[in-house]
């Protein structure tokens, strides 16, 4: 039996935020990775709940991410690429990009560089997109790798994607947290802190 390191512990609690955050729906049609992940029987609507699936992903996977990107994600962050697959998910003040079923991350970077318009001003700037706003805002959430601090962490911000679009112009309108260990740790708490309806 081997003990779990912090950093395991703490995905694990980060992941559990999961469905208290979130409605975790899945549809065959509209949400096809998350109906990918689905368990259970559909529901009266057709949905069905996904769950996010742990799994052994090879660090090789990250080298071969790393071979199309310009830096590297912090430890904590990589850690939750190799250990989890996930659908795109609200947790409360942001959402988090989907890192799809799959052997390596193709999946994961398709989905955080699938919009050219935005990938093409964010990345020369510094700024490597991994989630975007809560519920239907589209404006991206970021690490910003032009503020490394202690232990090679970034500053976790939200950027207008109609000033990149429109104007062409990088315009932080956020910052989420001062790194993404505090974002993850922010998360549990503020899971914590909601009351999940009783099933039935």
Not at 25 to 52: I, N, T
Not at 79 to 100: F, I, K, T
Not at 172 to 184: R, T
Request: charged share 25%; glycine share 6%.
């Amino acid at each position: 039996m081997t003990l779990k390191n912090d950093q395991e512990q703490l995905l694990e609690k980060y992941v559990a935020t999961f469905e208290k955050l979130d409605d975790m729906l899945g549809d065959e049609l509209l949400s096809p990775l998350a109906w990918q992940l689905a368990v259970g029987k559909r529901d009266e609507a057709g949905f069905k709940r996904w769950q996010p699936a742990k799994v052994i992903t090879e660090p090789i996977a990250l080298e071969l991410l790393y071979t199309k990107l310009p830096v590297l994600f912090p430890r904590l962050f990589e850690q939750l690429l190799l250990s989890y697959r996930w659908a795109e998910v609200d947790l409360g003040s942001y959402r988090l990009l989907a890192n799809p079923p799959g052997k390596d991350l193709s999946g994961f970077f398709q989905e955080i560089t699938n919009d050219p318009g935005i990938r093409e001003a964010l990345i020369p700037a510094g700024f490597v997109q991994f989630g975007r706003g809560p519920d239907i805002d589209y404006d991206p959430v970021c690490f910003d790798t032009k503020s490394r601090n202690q232990g090679s962490n970034w500053r976790i911000v939200k950027i207008d994607h109609e000033e990149i679009l429109c104007n062409y112009r990088i315009k932080i309108v956020a910052e989420l947290a001062p790194s993404f260990y505090q974002l993850v740790s922010e998360t549990i708490v503020r899971a914590n802190m909601v009351a999940k309806p009783p099933k039935g």
